[in-house]
């Protein structure tokens, strides 16, 4: 009797164990379709605003985080300065103008050249706090050439309405103190995302990922 158990211990053990294994490579991913997380069709949406980067006030809408060359350069901006912003979002280039939403991140400074001549990459995320939009957000990373009359920067992402999201934004200076730093900035940006019933729709997660008939074999035993 012993024996027998010894047996079956020996041949049981490892074979669940096997099967265990085998489900959980086979089935930690899953191809679905987007209907299935409650999207629908694909649409293009044209977003304006203007950027507002204050820097001679009593609050800043920035911080310079490090600038290493700082004294050894006469750029107003040094090569290699890291500066970390929430600027205000507008409906117009007045910053009294009705606020959509702010823009968080940061920029640095890449260009080694000396001068007002700034050459940037940007990382922000567009938090939007008004109208069909209010609490979705889109990011953005690129290169931004202050001094080009238009500049345009790549969407990477986006949460709420904007999963999914992929275009670009495309940037325009109103108002530039190269100096101070002030700063007002007109942004258009376009944007490919999908709507859907509601932006915190509640998604499947769970074990419908992990399923497999191996389950039912297992069971038998």
Request: aromatic share 14%.
């Amino acid at each position: 009797m012993a024996n027998s158990k010894t047996v079956l211990s020996t041949f049981f053990i490892p074979l669940t164990f096997f099967y265990f294994s085998a489900m959980v490579k086979a089935n930690f991913y899953k191809h679905i379709s987007p209907t299935h997380l409650g999207f629908r069709e694909e649409k293009l949406t044209h977003i304006r605003f203007f950027f507002h980067e204050v820097v001679t006030s009593s609050k800043p809408s920035i911080v310079i985080a490090t600038e290493p060359l700082r004294g050894k350069s006469n750029c107003p901006l040094p090569f290699g300065s890291l500066v970390v912003m929430e600027d205000a979002l507008t409906i117009g280039p007045e910053l009294e103008s009705k606020q959509v939403g702010k823009a968080q991140g940061f920029y640095i400074s890449t260009a080694q050249t000396e001068g007002t001549e700034l050459e940037l990459v940007m990382g922000m995320t567009y938090a939007f706090t008004e109208g069909e939009f209010n609490g979705s957000t889109l990011s953005v990373l690129g290169r931004n050439v202050i001094i080009s009359e238009v500049r345009e920067m790549p969407i990477i992402g986006g949460t709420g309405a904007f999963r999914f999201a992929r275009g670009f934004v495309r940037a325009k200076s109103v108002k530039v103190d190269y100096l101070k730093g002030d700063a007002v900035v007109e942004y258009n940006v376009y944007v490919f995302h999908y709507s859907s019933p509601s932006s915190h729709q509640p998604f499947n997660e769970g074990l419908q990922f992990m399923t497999d008939p191996i389950l039912s074999k297992i069971s038998t035993f």
